[in-house]
């Protein structure tokens, strides 16, 4: 069986620590035999074998090359070849090196390379539990997404390699069918309520014919080339011809397999399970203990895991009534919650009003970062909605990061397909969580931090990074921001969605609650809309385990707040200790409690 992730391995790791990019045949092994004692050459050449077997994952990192026109190998032989790379890394790693002789930084990336060669060690056996198409990720919308968003045209080359990519298409989604339908046969295939979904995408996109997403992004950009004097004739017939030939590239190669793929979605559809939880699969109960370790970087148990959930419930619902008692509601917590998702004030009538709002609270907050901050990111950060080829099916709001070598931005995407789902409640905390001080100044400074190894600046652990997004939220209070009380209410409806997180996605996939279930516990517990819930409902059942790591990364990094304050005192400093955080980039959260209690020691 083949596994294919469009996206780099490093970005994808940072929410999925499955997703790895699929290597090229010709990849090299690592430039680990060369003579030099410094671990760090160990390290580059283990990323550079990497990158050798990803060109989408060099394009992630802003690299133009002679694969930049090619996509990712599908193969088994690629998964192992990944595989035996890292695991070959590690025993050369300790081989070579003992940890007593190296520095305090070398010392830790050797600690965190063995803990990624353990993680990827444990989810290896499951490689093949991934579902491929699903109503929020798959080539059918990721492909589209990574030519707009990630393939840059400075020169005809670039248009030519994007033309390639066109025609790659077809192969590459060949493929994966192939992939896909020898999995749903083996029974590994979401429920059948994601199908439709997934159906009205590919007939969407089919539908647009010539006037498609992609055809549209690749005339815009061949069409904005530079023109150097005297080169106008030349380019304009260069132009003609690669519109031409995109135009055929996608008759002849993409659009047959996007028809061959709807067709197999459709057969799927016929035989899907109706039952959401991954406890169906072979050993499902083990492969969520091995997802749940991985996302929270922790032992807890799915039960421990669902009453933490059930305890922060439970507190958040007190200082939501404290809330409501200040604006002068009358009523249940319920009714309240009935109020705020329904009531016209507290939704936008147009996408301009929204980004202008949004716009406006990270302006305020980007100017306020200084005081509780020492580092700061050089990338800068916009935001952009989602685009209408991946809204209706998107998420609510995700981040991309910058490319290093500052060609790209870091990028917060707000999906405004139904503005009835975007609160003005939420908007300051969402904001937060996804661009300043949350995904942008850690991710950002992360791709900054250029003495540490590629691994550590474009890997991740899903609890330290979403943990981060969480605990900013909240830090914008700190900062004194949500001087509204609704806005100080969605806050805390945000971090109430998190908790409920850790009891909806355990209730799904280890205690058998069906989608409805999950539905019902959330509209109850939650002022959030009805869309918003059935969205995050399907989100949890196709994603496994990813969302129980925002929270309890979160409570993690309030305790080391409150450790460090109660022990340090006056000598505590908020700055120094966000950059004790940020500037060793993301770490398991045991070893954030150690470097917390390091710098600890060296205040005191």
Known sequence: ????????????????????????????????????????????????????????????????????????????????????????????????????????????????????????????????????????????????????NIHRVDSVEDAEAYLARIQGIGPQLDALIAESRERADAGVMPPDWVYPYVIADLENLIAAGDENAVLEDFEAKVMALPVGEGETIELAAAATMLLGAAEQAWERSALPAYNRLLAEMKRQQAIAPTDDGVWRLPDGEQYYAALLKSYTTTELTADEIHEIGLREVDRIHTEMRAIMAKVGFEGSLQEFFEFTRTDDRFFYTSREDYLRD?????????????????????????????????????????????????????????????????????????????????????????????????????????????????????????????EDAYSDFGRLGMELWRACRLVVDTGIHSKRWSREEAIAYLSENTPNPQGDVVKAIERYITTPGQATAYMIGKLKIMDLREKARGQLGEKFDIRGFHDTILINGPVPLSILEENIDTWIAETR
Request: hydrophobic letters at 40%; one cysteine or more.
């Open 358 to 482: 949004a716009q406006a609270k990270l302006d305020a907050m980007e100017a306020k970062l200084p005081e509780f901050f020492g580092r700061l990111p050089k990338a800068p950060m916009i935001i952009k909605p989602v685009e209408a080829f991946r809204e209706k099916s998107a998420g609510k709001a995700f981040y991309q990061s910058p490319a290093p070598d500052g060609s790209r931005p870091g990028t917060y995407y707000v999906n405004l397909y139904n503005l009835r789902d975007m609160s003005k409640n939420e908007l300051e905390a969402l904001a937060y969580h996804e661009g300043f001080p949350g995904h942008h100044l850690q991710r950002a400074l992360q791709t900054e931090l250029g003495d540490l190894p590629p691994f550590r600046r474009f890997g991740g652990w899903t609890a330290y990074t979403e943990g981060w997004g969480l605990y900013t939220e909240e830090l914008g209070k700190d900062m004194g921001f949500y």
């Open 1 to 148: 069986m083949r596994r294919f992730v469009l996206l780099c391995a490093s970005v994808i790791a940072l929410a999925n620590p499955i997703g790895a990019a699929a290597l090229a045949e010709n990849a090299t092994e690592p430039a680990a035999e060369s003579s030099d004692t410094n671990i760090n050459t160990l390290f580059d050449g283990y990323d550079a074998a990497r990158l050798a077997m990803s060109p989408t994952a060099k394009a992630y990192r802003g690299i133009r090359d002679e694969d930049y026109g090619k996509w990712d190998e599908v193969s088994d032989a690629a998964d192992e070849r990944e595989h035996r790379l890292l695991l070959d890394t590690v025993a050369q790693m300790r081989a070579r090196f003992d940890q007593a002789n190296l520095t305090t930084q070398e010392a830790l990336s050797y600690r965190l390379f063995e803990r990624l060669a353990a993680r990827a060690e444990s989810l290896y056996p499951y490689r093949e539990y991934g579902f491929l198409f699903d109503h929020r990720r798959g080539a059918h919308t990721s492909i589209p997404a990574f030519l707009i």
